[in-house]
């Protein structure tokens, strides 16, 4: 579940499955949006995927990429999507491009 308000910068993104780290578990993340600086120090260069974008959501959180590679991949999916939403995309732009995605996936597994 995200928490957020469009008003503010920052969200707290719940995680369904808490990932212990070295010095505490981690159950939920704070994200800030981010500026243009942060755009600049983590361009989403081509072919860089999700490196690139990895080191972004590192910058906005305050966490190091280690932490990042134990959450598991629904939980990273919500920190993407509230990525999404911090750049400008509404809720429902966000479960349309995610509905095209599935379909899309579905359709290439049917072949």
Do not use: W
């Not at 995200?2 to 010095?23: C, E, G, H, R, Y």
């Not at 080191?55 to 134990?70: F, K, P, S, Y």
Request: proline letters at 4%; glycine letters at 8%; charged letters at 30%.
């Amino acid at each position: 579940m995200i928490m957020s308000n469009p008003k503010t910068q920052k969200a707290v993104i719940k995680l369904d499955f808490p990932v212990q780290l070295a010095d505490r578990l981690l159950s939920e993340v704070i994200m800030r949006s981010p500026n243009v600086g942060d755009l600049l120090d983590h361009p989403a260069r081509k072919g860089g995927g999700l490196a690139d974008e990895v080191r972004l959501v590192c910058a906005l959180t305050g966490l190091v990429e280690e932490d990042l590679r134990g959450i598991d991949a629904s939980d990273y999916d919500k920190l993407q999507d509230q990525l999404a939403l911090f750049r400008g995309l509404s809720r429902e732009e966000l479960a349309q491009i995610k509905s095209d995605a599935l379909k899309q996936a579905v359709s290439m597994g049917a072949e």
